[in-house]
């Protein structure tokens, strides 16, 4: 069975920073793609980024320069390191292997 397992959500004030932690079980991070996508309060799903099998990384406008995807082949897992935070960017977050797996997603909160 494929599982994906986020970690690393919570609250945090704005311009603060979280990272997000992704293990994965039954594919493997050094030949697959991995995702993140998100689903803010009343919203629909939105995707976030993207890593490719190898380095290439992939990112909706709104976070370049802000979010860093990655991923450890070791530990079969992949990061989202979320910095400058928003409001905005408060939302379910969820793991991908797209895209016919998805975590159970994890909660960011930006908020004073």
């Known amino acids: 069975d494929v599982q994906l397992v986020e970690s690393g959500g919570g609250l945090v004030q704005p311009g603060g920073s979280l990272r997000l932690s992704c293990a994965v079980s039954g594919v493997t991070v050094s030949t697959n793609w991995v995702c993140w996508v998100r689903q803010a309060p009343g919203k629909g799903l939105e995707w976030v980024s993207c890593?490719?099998?190898?380095?290439?990384?992939y990112y909706v406008d709104s976070v370049k320069g802000r979010f860093t995807i990655s991923k450890e082949n070791a530990k079969n897992t992949a990061y989202l390191q979320m910095n400058s935070l928003k409001s905005e960017d408060t939302a379910v977050y969820y793991c991908?292997?797209?895209?016919?797996?998805w975590g159970q997603g994890t909660q960011v909160t930006v908020s004073s």
């Open positions: 991908v292997s797209p895209w016919d797996y």
């Open positions: 890593i490719n099998r190898g380095t290439t990384t």
